[in-house]
């Protein structure tokens, strides 16, 4: 009965997602060219609020434990588990005061996606090439440089890719190397997301409608005295003893 009733509500879900892409385009434009950085980062954030309400077509609950003792005005590095696409506008839009880029791949910025490659490109993604590693590595620096700048945030998913059963792969320092040599003085917050993988259980189409989703900002791990490495292991059993029933 439920994947009866996802081959109904997928093409709303579907409708609404595209049609909020299509018309925060120009938005987004007109934002930059008009505010710059303020106001084009403000539609962005209102777009990925609208994002994670197209799950209400889907009857899906989205339910984000925030964790209000983070500081502003500091660069954060939130490391989260990947469990599908749609995890990504949550974390935008709630965790919208930190200022949070993404490093992505090169070839979202270039396939003219309404609003989402235009976001990637203008608004501070560091958009590596997989196959070119210098320029990867130049991508990433300039990331961490506009942090320490601008005291903006990053999110990683330091499993490289999305799960698809909801288990957990191992987590590479990568990334999250760079951007602490950088910004020494960053916290590193891990984020727990479960249930996500659930929505595309059955691919594309149909999605799966009446789906628990849950967004978990965990607390600070403490860096003082330990390795790049000890870190982002420390991050890895923090999210995996949140995600444990879902593996």
Known sequence: MRKV??????????LSFALSLLIFHPIQWLCLKLGGYSAHKKSVDILNGLLVACNYTLFNRTEFID???????R?????????????IPPLIFF??????????????MTANIPSISFNLKHGGAANIDRKDPKQSIAEILKLANNMKQHNWSAFIFPEGTRTKTGKMKAFSVGGIATLLKKNPDALVVPIAINGSYKMVQWGSFPLRPFTHMTWEVLDPIPTEGLSLEEVVKKAEEAIRAKVKEEN
């Open 5 to 14: 009733l996802g081959y109904i509500l997928t093409p709303i879900f579907y």
């Open 67 to 73: 964790n209000k003792n983070l500081p502003t005005g």
């Open 75 to 87: 660069p954060i590095i939130f490391i989260a588990n990947h469990q599908s696409t749609y995890d």
């Open 95 to 108: 965790l919208r005061r930190f200022h949070g880029k993404f490093i992505s791949k090169l070839e979202l």
